[in-house]
């Protein structure tokens, strides 16, 4: 598992923000952001919601999963659309996609893992 220092630079990076911006953000300056990033001092929630106003993902930086809203927006509309969906219309979105992913004579599942389709080795 990742440490909050690893996470807390890459996002950093990813913001292309050099330690005295980041640090500046959460009322720091830069020998704290660099303690944190070398996991030597934790964090305080002061620091990380200055942090997500500017667009960190501090679930992510926690907990090592990023938060649902660090989906694209394509990503969203898809998953919105999926959620409206009845029972049979998800058995049919999943079913496309392990369809498009299967490995060739591999089996497939639907969403409840029942064999729907596919070729097994045994003869």
Not at 16 to 26: H, I, L, Y
Not at 40 to 65: F, M
Not at 68 to 88: C, I, M, P
Request: aromatic share 6%; hydrophobic share 40%; charged share 25%.
């Amino acid at each position: 598992m990742r440490s909050i220092g690893e996470i807390l630079k890459e996002e950093r990076l990813r913001l292309a923000m050099n330690q005295d911006d980041f640090a500046a953000v959460g009322g720091l300056k830069r020998r704290a952001q660099t303690l944190y990033e070398q996991n030597e001092r934790s964090p305080d929630a002061v620091y990380l919601r200055a942090l997500a106003a500017i667009g960190v993902d501090v679930q992510y930086v926690l907990t090592g999963e990023q938060a649902a809203s660090a989906l694209t927006q394509f990503e969203k509309d898809l998953l919105a659309g999926y959620r409206n969906l009845d029972q049979r219309g998800k058995a049919g979105v999943l079913g496309m996609i392990n369809g498009m992913n299967a490995e060739p004579g591999g089996m497939q599942y639907n969403f409840i893992k029942e064999p729907v389709s596919g070729r097994t080795n045994s003869r």
